[in-house]
């Protein structure tokens, strides 16, 4: 399936998403995620602030802080143009960024090669890693530079999984897609390339 189709179908299902099932199949997930041993070793983890229709991430957030990991989001870096993650401590305020996204008003820049894990949205995954996000490709190039010890954790419902997503050369894979109905490794499967 193309990422023009994905992100159509996607878009159609999540006009009708009931917000307390989001909120509810929500808490599902991050469980799942915050159980995961990449997560419970992960000392600084790149997180999301998500919009409405995606899967919401402050229960992880807690998780970190409670735990004491470091806890990153994406940030729009003005000077040139990409977006970043920077450090968001507790406390700090939170603004809207260009495209209304929370973002902490001011942080510490963290270089990809210094998270551990990072949670992916996006508006589709498959069964092989593959992501589809909305377009801009932010999340490719902010994680172009990681090295392999980072874990890429796909977070998403099981109404945006599909058998296979057609991946083009600079999209970056999953490690891990979790969804509330399922649990995805494709990369510890032998039997997916």
């Known amino acids: 399936m193309t990422k023009k189709e994905v992100r159509q179908i996607v878009r159609e299902r999540q006009k009708n998403t009931d917000p307390d099932w989001i909120a509810e199949s929500s808490e599902v997930v991050q469980q799942r995620v ?3 041993s990449e997560f ?3 000392e600084v983890v790149g997180c999301y602030m998500a919009m409405e229709v995606e899967v919401q991430t402050t229960v992880v957030i807690e998780k970190c802080r409670h735990e004491g990991k470091a806890v990153c989001v994406p940030v729009l870096c003005r000077e040139t143009g990409i ?3 920077m450090r968001m401590d507790e406390g700090i305020s939170l603004v809207p960024g260009p495209l209304g ?11 990809i090669d210094k998270i551990d894990l990072i949670l992916v949205p996006g508006l589709g995954f498959d069964r092989h890693g593959g992501r589809v996000g909305h377009g801009g490709g ?6 172009s530079g990681a090295g ?3 874990c890429k954790v796909g ?3 099981e109404s945006q999984m ?3 997503i057609l991946m083009e050369e600079n999209d970056i894979s999953m490690n891990i897609v979790v969804t509330e109905s399922r649990l995805v490794q494709p990369f510890s499967d032998p039997a997916v390339k």
Not at 101 to 111: F, N, Q
Not at 138 to 143: F, G, N, S, T
């Open 34 to 36: 915050v159980e995961l």
């Open 40 to 42: 419970v070793a992960a």
């Open 83 to 85: 977006y970043r993650l």
């Open 101 to 111: 996204i929370l973002e902490p008003e001011r942080g510490e820049w963290l270089d």
């Open 138 to 143: 932010h999340y490719d190039r902010m994680m």
């Open 148 to 150: 392999v010890s980072l």
């Open 155 to 157: 977070v998403s419902f």
């Open 162 to 164: 599909f058998d296979r």
